[in-house]
């Protein structure tokens, strides 16, 4: 799966403009503040009807423009196509269309156009709160078990009734029995999903791992928000006095993590930020290679300064990673020669020069 044309209309600095990309790896290179992260954070809002640098619409959207949009032709490893468009206004309102049809959510649009991105903020994925790490994990398990979504619908809607009831003291007792029955029920096949997931992806991760740096000791674990040797539905019974008080459910997979360590210490606390870096991409990398075995079509890599913190044996080591794994890549870089060298003799590379706003295919 690739993006065989990109067409993106008053997104930050970038003029409107309209790009044919290489099926592989594509490099944008420019002086900082060009716009070359403007173009990956278009195609992330294409993917996902939200932008990677702001929680906020306004700063995205070109001044004095009403909306920004971004459409894209999908090309899918069958050969067939797939047209994509996004439009998100000052009022936070967006339209996405899918081959000429509304679509209901952003989580259609994830499923046709999965991406994966690798920029200076990834590093919160170790050193961040739980969150973050939840949302890379569900990314992987949503790609791969089809009955996730379901599962995971369920586990909000009986959340929020749960929590209501915590706050209000709304439901009667066979009520607030069937709700935490319901969130019990929804909340094991989550874990399972996730467990079959993670066991999956820590022999993945270790060996693309190992290709990038020695980090003798480091291991990934899971934790899934509540006692391992206890039922989910004793753990909401002996904790309810509390969670009334505090007006939340504190147990669940609400909760779960995914624990880095070095050793007896976290991580985040030990390694260098090259080392973070060079673990976050093995993560993100063994994430795509699980998503080739799901058929489901390769994920799309949006890689933003990849020469950041890396010396050239490890930028070497990284680009010949994304190059196997046979997908479309967006690299931004200063210095386009950093990167020109890393690839196989027939992978397609494609060089774009990005200037004041403007991206001009190098020739």
């Known amino acids: 799966m690739s993006l065989s044309r990109v067409t993106v209309t008053a997104v930050r600095n970038l003029q409107a403009v309209t790009l044919s990309p290489s099926p592989r790896i594509n490099i944008l290179y420019g002086a900082n503040g060009s716009g070359k992260t403007s173009l990956l954070e278009a195609i992330y809002l294409l993917g996902l009807a939200r932008s990677f640098r702001s929680q906020r619409l306004q700063p995205v ?39 000429g049809q509304n679509a209901r959510s952003a989580a259609q649009l994830a499923e046709v156009l999965p991406l994966q991105l690798i920029n200076p903020d990834s590093f919160r994925l170790l050193e961040g709160a739980p969150k973050i790490r939840r949302q890379f ?19 909000q809607k009986a959340l929020r009734q749960r929590n209501s009831w915590l706050r209000h003291g709304t439901l009667d007792g066979p009520s607030q029995a069937a709700w935490d029955r319901e969130l019990s029920l929804a909340s094991d096949e989550i874990d399972g999903y996730r467990r079959a997931y993670i066991q999956a992806l820590k022999p993945v991760f270790e060996k693309v791992l190992r290709e990038l740096v020695e980090l003798d000791g ?9 006692d391992k040797d206890r039922e989910l539905s004793a753990v909401l019974a002996g904790s309810l006095l509390r969670d009334q008080q505090l007006g939340h459910t504190q147990a669940g997979p609400q909760r779960a993590d995914l624990r880095l360590r070095a050793g007896a210490h976290n991580a985040a606390d030990i ?42 044996q490890h930028r070497r080591a990284l680009c010949r990673l994304l190059d196997e794994l046979d997908c479309q890549v967006f690299i931004t870089c200063v ?23 403007r991206i001009t295919p190098w020739e």
């Open 137 to 155: 994990l569900d990314w992987g398990v949503f790609h791969v078990e089809p009955r996730f979504l379901g599962a995971w619908q369920r586990l």
């Open 271 to 312: 390694l260098s930020r090259g080392q973070q870096k060079l673990v976050v991409c093995a993560l993100r990398i063994a994430q795509g290679h699980l998503m080739g075995q799901a058929k489901r079509g390769q994920c799309i890599y949006l890689v933003d300064d990849l020469p950041s913190e890396l010396d050239e």
């Open 61 to 99: 959207i070109q001044y004095e423009q009403a909306a920004c949009t971004v459409f894209a032709q999908v090309a899918h490893a069958d050969g067939g196509l797939c047209n994509l468009g996004v439009s998100r206004d000052r009022q936070g309102d967006f339209s996405i269309r899918i081959d």
């Open 335 to 357: 210095e386009h020669e950093l990167l020109c060298n890393g690839w196989r003799a027939d992978t397609p590379v494609a060089l774009f020069h990005v200037e004041q706003g």
């Open 218 to 226: 480091l291991t990934l674990s899971y934790y899934r928000g509540w």
